[in-house]
């Protein structure tokens, strides 16, 4: 149990460099995305959560978040006011992207809560 924990820590806390130099396995805009986990969160799971996969993700910058020392948050604009597409950096890979900004994201998609979350996340140049 605690050899798991920590292997799971680790896959969490893998820097963003791999996210960079990794091609996606998956390109998708950030509305379709959303729609995937409305439409049937179990598939979508089994589609874009798999371990260590990268996808990249299409959208439009709704809001930047830099309160966290920790990480910066980007949320996506997905057409619904109440979720959205929140891409985790590592402040030191954190894009300086405004409000408005057409983007394209590598990362990790840990799953659904309200929002869809993407971790070890890198912008696409």
């Known amino acids: 149990l605690v050899l798991g924990g920590v292997v799971a820590y680790y896959m969490y806390q893998k820097p963003a460099e791999k996210s960079v130099s990794d091609e996606p396995e998956l390109v998708i805009g950030a509305q379709e995305l959303l729609a ?27 809001s930047v978040d830099r309160s966290d020392p920790a990480k910066v948050n980007v949320v996506l604009e997905t057409g619904d006011a109440l979720a959205g597409i929140t891409c985790e950096f590592e402040p030191a890979h954190a894009p300086d992207w405004k409000e408005g900004a057409n983007v394209k994201v590598n990362g990790v998609c840990a799953g659904v809560l309200m929002d869809v979350l993407l971790t070890r996340c890198a912008a696409v140049e």
Not at 49 to 59: L, M, P
Request: no cysteine; net charge neutral.
């Open 36 to 62: 995937a986990f409305q439409a049937d969160e179990t598939k979508a799971m089994a589609t874009y959560a798999r371990s260590e996969q990268v996808i990249q993700v299409i959208g439009t910058v709704r």
